[in-house]
């Protein structure tokens, strides 16, 4: 995988607060090895990069998903080694897909607070056209999609039309969708109608973490096909 370039410039309490955890917490994931320890500056400050980020919020979806500590940690270890910040971006965003909805409704304040930025009215203007935030019936307050709403701030800063985003998000919603019904399909020969929704639910916990690795490889290879293609094509 390709590692990111950026240097880390983040201190522990700066990552802490765009992760929208306490400092504690990312020592003790350091101390698990849950974080890969932090880069040593000058007067020994260590500094963290958006692959610590990116860490953060895949642990956190994973909580989500009602993993305990003990799984999570057998969950990133079954991760290839040397992945960027923006391959773990995509890996929680495929996990993401199989949590139900978590839409809450919070305030302007928590918003940004969970976005780990202010954002402008233009930037919630764009969260709203990709379905991440909605206004609520209370003035000042929000209904957002925490499922999405770190990958959709992500996509504020990506140097492309905000037409072509959307138009990927339909893409990859239809595809996903197929794949997920096909899936499905798969899984509903593998249980009985005699057995009972706990084994249904226990089937899908097995499979999760194999699924999401399986499609974000196999997604990843077939990029690199098409761009390879696509570069052939335009030398």
Known sequence: MATDIEEPTLTVDELAARAGVTVRTVRFYGTRGLLP??????RRVGHYGQEHLSRLALIEELQHQGMTLAAIERYLQQLP?????????????VVASWAPDSAEEVSRAELE?????PLSAEDLDRLVAMSVVREAADPG???????????GVQLLDVPIAHKTILAARTVLLKHTRAAA???SLLFRDE?????????????????????????LTTFQRSLKEELREWLTEES
Not at 37 to 42: A, S
Not at 87 to 92: N, W
Not at 141 to 151: A, F, H, M, P, S
Not at 195 to 208: C, I, P, T, W
Request: proline share 6%; glycine share 6%.
């Open 181 to 183: 019904h096909e899936l």
């Open 113 to 117: 607070r969970r976005a780990g930025r």
């Open 37 to 42: 320890p932090p880069v040593i500056g000058p």
């Open 141 to 151: 307050t929000y209904r957002v999609d925490l499922g999405l709403l770190r990958l």
């Open 191 to 215: 249980v009985s109608e005699r057995e009972s929704v706990e084994a249904v639910k226990d089937l899908s916990a097995h499979m999760q973490p194999l699924v999401v690795q399986a499609l």
């Open 81 to 93: 080694e040397g992945l960027s910040a923006h391959d773990l971006a995509i890996h929680r965003a």
